[in-house]
């Protein structure tokens, strides 16, 4: 007999995003923990309804932000005034006030890597593999599908009592994942 | 009984907010993609046309550089004093045309400009490949193109590093950001449209390759909350760093000492001047494009219609701008200052002044007419001329305080050789070559912007039909088929049900839409649409199977499509007795409006006139 192969959990698919915000508040209120929601376009207010937090994001652009304008004043005063000291057009060496678009750039700069590369970091991308790109369905997600999936290492998973769960909160499909 | 609905053609009104849709024709979701993925399966013959004569001109393109490579800058028409040339010209040119494409997608962005999301792809894609044409010119200006990297804090040999007070190093820093910032922007908002396009490609090369740069993307909410997080912060940073780089571009001009240039009215001036062509660019490009590729109803008259604002908007303040100059030239008392503004306007290049001013000044103020910012043709014209306008802009700015200076005995006149003419349409070609590659393997429209800001986007939007027992009181009608997308169709065009849909949002807790948007529509969120009462005999009607009316609401719809995208849209009536017209809303039942009529036994509230379209 084959070995039946390990699941990855539940996906539950949804016609409206109306649909899916209802059923995201149960399945929040169920307890779960491990479970996510695919929509081919921000659903408003959907992390309410999910329960996620705000992002960290706005945190590490803050930080690379502020470390690139130090970053690059750091640089033109470090050549300006300490490794190649030149007195250009009679101005003093620390000519700070010519120092900002600079300083302003390299902020934005980096800043931006925070933004882009930060989201990319939380969010583990990329991620060319997954197991949800197993299921045929899902590829509706892109499109104009909404989904739930529930992780099957999430404690309160139980394939039957999930199942039922999702299957009544209006969802037009339930199958099971293979990991 | 008042009708009210504004004077224009677009029908559709969102339900949530009142207002006209963004979208025209109620369109599904998957109607959208499949609306902008089309041409990129099956691209339109023009394509081959315009993508082989993009390419000839990019050929001239590199033809005229490698001739420049082994000659020297003496190909070019380029002198002393007129050192600067078309090189800069055609830089400033395209900066400031790159400037359009950030405007869009950050600043309108931060303001909740909806109709952002139908044009914002293409414009970011614009301003990346006008900025890669801007960086060519001060790159090959420089003769010897070799060494080009001096200008980069790099440790090297000769122990020098550049020097940091010369508007020109800022140059390299702006610029260079901004680009880098302009392809990371765009590309986030392109992550989720590439995985659209991965999970409907049909062979094996679209899938990988689409595959390896959607990164994996699997529309999960908590990936979406990060990603709105880092696209909002993007955008604020954008919007500075737009202003700047474009400021930064005029201080190459303005921190000289040299009359003409010299001026503290430079970078709004160029901000301005830059945001105008930009816009006119944008014009260009996508009034051709949004009809080849049947997105007229995504890309409608009305969004024509706002860029074309902004352009008037722009162009106005440039006008104010050339006028100052000289109000300031004349004020100051400053002889030098006063002769170069005399001699730009009536010197040797004053042909291209007054160029410069008719398609500055002038042009946009056709654009008060409402008539012309709303037909397409019009503004494809005006926008030619915008183009044409801004570059001779620059010619003047470079050529007319240079080619005088100081001392008569060192007074020149600049004229353009055959391979500054090769270089500058080669640099065209260079753009629209690679715009052309845009079209061709990316999605044109962002794809998953524009689903979130339709109607049924809105997890409270409750296509009439069935109500949501929690929000209304009045709900009789139970909920059965959730997707009925011919519910939405019939009923998103019904007044009534607009009325209705407003109310059962009142009484919503957490709604967060009234923040969303600002753009100045007429009048529908004041006066709500009260549309008929409805008529006995229109209840009594026998109704029509569903598909039936699917199929009846999907004809009208793309009926009313095909009148939308008509130039003499204003002439169709909204409301109209004759069957002929085919309204969109009847009291004659013979008409088949696009709501169903109600059955009669099944709801009992029609005093309020609310149960129309309600389906079983």
Redesign the interface.
Known sequence: MPKRPKMYGLLAE????????KA?ERVRDAGYGAW???????????????G?G?????WI?CVL?FSGAALGFG??YW??VI??PLI??G?PFN?YP??V??T???G??L???G??F???G??R??????S??NSKR???????RF?ISIEARDPKYDPDKTRKLLEST?A?AVEEVED | MSHYIPPTHEHDIDPVDGRMALVQGQP???EI?EAVAKPIDSPPKAWWIFFLVSVSMLGLFGLSVAYLLWEGVGIWGNNIPVGWGWPIVNFVFWVGIGHAGTLISAVLFLFRQKWRTSINRASEAMTIFAVICALMFPTIHVGRVWVIYWPL?LPNQM???????SPL??DV??VS?YF??SL??W??GLI?DI??M???AKTAIRRFAY??FA????????????????YL??AA??T??VL?VHS?VS?DFAVSQLPGWHTTIFPPYFVAGAIFSGFGMVLTLMIPLRKWFHLEHIIGIKHLENMAKVILLTGTLVGYAYGMEFFIAWYSGNPYETFVFANRALGDYAWAYWIMVSCNVITPQFIWFKKIRRSPAALFILSIFVNIGMWFERFVIVATSLHHDFLPSSWAYFSPTMWDWATMLGSFGLFFTLFCLFVRFLPIIA???V??VMP????????PGHE?PDLTSSASGTVQS??DHAAVKTAVTSGEESSKVVVSKASEP?D??EDEDDEDEPDTKDEPIVADEPEPEAKAAPEPEPEAKAEDAKQEAAADDDDDAADEPEDKPLFSKDPADKPLFSKDPADKPLFSPPSAKKDDKADDGDDEGKED
């Open positions: 949804y016609e409206t995003p109306a649909a899916l915000y995201c996510d929601a695919h929509t081919p376009f921000p659903v408003h207010g959907l992390e309410k309804a999910m996620i705000p992002s960290l994001v706005p652009v932000g640089l033109q050549t300006s490794e190649y250009i057009s101005k000519s010519a120092f678009p600079v302003f750039e390299l934005i700069l800043g931006s890597f933004a882009v930060g989201m990319f939380l969010n991308l990329p991620t060319l593999y997954h949800l790109f899902f590829a509706r997600f892109s499109d104009d989904f209006g037009v | 599904t979701f998957h993609t804090p122990q020098m590093w550049p020097n940091f007070r190093l800022w820093f702006a950001t880098t910032v990371l922007f590309y986030v989720p995985a659209t991965r999970d409907r595959g390896v990164l994996g993307w699997r529309g999960s909410a908590r990936h979406w909350v990060n990603y709105e997080a880092a912060l993007l940073m954008a500075p760093l700047s930064i201080f794809v998953a912007e689903k979130a049924q986007a809105n997890p409270h939007y409750h296509p949501d959730r997707d957490d967060e839409d």
